[in-house]
């Protein structure tokens, strides 16, 4: 017996963005998380390295470093497959889609 399945009940993957580069490098991130329902946008002001884990189906980032010196590079991983970004220097901008 098979189960048809909806995109409503459908089981979420995981996100996981890695954010890299120069240790201390500064940045900002909208992390826009879309389960399928809702979408949810995560703020963040951190500097590298750090790295968040979200359920959802898919992903919009606008990342801009912040800080005069360093780089930053940013990786996203869902269900095997990778996406990879990278910049350098302050005001520079990394913007990513992920389903």
């Keep these: 017996m098979s189960k048809q399945v909806s995109r409503a009940d459908s089981p ?4 996981v963005i890695i954010f890299d580069g120069v240790p201390g490098t500064r940045f900002q ?17 951190e500097s590298v390295p750090s ?13 801009r470093q912040t800080s005069q ?10 269900q095997g497959s990778v996406s990879r970004s990278s910049t ?12």
């Excluded at 991130?29 to 002001?45: F, M, P, R, W, Y």
């Excluded at 790295?51 to 990342?63: D, F, N, P, S």
């Design 12 to 15: 979420k993957s995981e996100i």
């Design 29 to 45: 991130a909208s992390l826009k998380i879309d389960d399928g329902v809702q979408a949810v946008t995560h703020e963040l002001e």
């Design 51 to 63: 790295e968040y884990r979200y359920q959802g189906e898919a992903l919009e980032a606008h990342i």
């Design 69 to 78: 010196e360093g780089a930053l590079s940013v990786e996203v991983r869902k």
């Design 88 to 99: 350098q220097g302050q005001g520079s901008e990394i913007r990513l889609r992920v389903r």
